[in-house]
T-cell receptor, first 116, second 115 residues
Framework: ETGVTQTPRHLVMGMTNKKSLKCEQH?????MYWYKQSAKKPLELMFV???????ENNSVPSRFSPECPNSSHLFLHLHTLQPEDSALYLC???????????????FGSGTRLTVV | KNQVEQSPQSLIILEGKNCTLQ??????????LRWYKQDTGRGPVSLTI?????NTKSNGRYTATLDADTKQSSLHITASQLSDSASYIC??????????????FGKGTLLTVNP
């Protein structure tokens, strides 16, 4: 375990379903991230939270809705997804204190999402 | 535009052999460069991280080099093992201070080690 835990590991959902992905970090980091990883593409940053506040949204469609109730937990709520949203969704955390660049950047194991 | 290019896209080697993966970047201002190993269906795991002043760093059988002048990095794997089969991703961090650091990811090199 890396200290960043993601659940579930696998998820199959229909296009009309609502589901949520969960991420929890036990590293004492203040920043958390959601990434999308599609086949043969670089990781795509979706959202950034720093001290529970969203600091970045990379033009992500509104069918993806993040929630960060505290610095240790991050959720990604999914609603009316499309088949092209099928991918590996990775959560990461880091200590971003302004003096060191993304110190201790750590990824979770990801959730493999399949939209049918 | 910040970019990270990795080569080769994929590589097949025999167990016990050495190999070298390449990473070229155009990221400014440069802060640090990381190599990650990603097993299939898992998240990336950090292997090395190098700042501007470091030109080599080792982690067991993995040795990364950095040439900040030519903006190139390599990851050398010695005496490969079957468990080295994975995707290796080069990641460059840009930023000049504060909390506004951005990571640029390469597409990765898929390494397969055969017995």
């Amino acid at each position: 375990e890396t200290g960043v835990t993601q659940t579930p590991r696998h998820l199959v959902m229909g296009m009309t379903n609502k589901k949520s992905l969960k991420c929890e970090q036990h590293l004492g980091h203040n920043a958390m991230y959601w990434y999308k990883q599609s086949a043969k593409k670089p990781l795509e940053l979706m959202f950034v939270y720093n001290f529970k506040e969203q600091t970045e949204n990379n033009s992500v469609p509104s069918r993806f809705s993040p929630e960060c109730p505290n610095s240790s937990h991050l959720f990604l709520h999914l609603h009316t997804l499309q088949p092209e949203d099928s991918a590996l969704y990775l959560c990461a955390s880091s200590q971003d204190d302004g003096r060191r660049a993304n110190y201790g950047y750590t990824f979770g194991s990801g959730t493999r999402l399949t939209v049918v | 535009k910040n970019q990270v290019e990795q080569s080769p896209q994929s590589l097949i080697i025999l167990e016990g052999k050495n190999c070298t993966l390449q990473c070229n970047y155009t990221v400014s201002p440069f802060s640090n460069l990381r190599w990650y190993k990603q097993d299939t269906g898992r998240g990336p795991v950090s292997l090395t991280i190098m700042t501007f002043s470091e030109n080599t760093k080792s982690n067991g059988r993995y040795t990364a080099t950095l040439d900040a002048d030519t903006k190139q990095s390599s990851l050398h794997i010695t005496a490969s093992q079957l468990s080295d089969s994975a995707s290796y991703i080069c990641v460059v961090s840009a930023g000049s201070g504060g909390s506004n650091y951005k990571l640029t990811f390469g597409k990765g090199t898929l390494l397969t080690v055969n017995p």
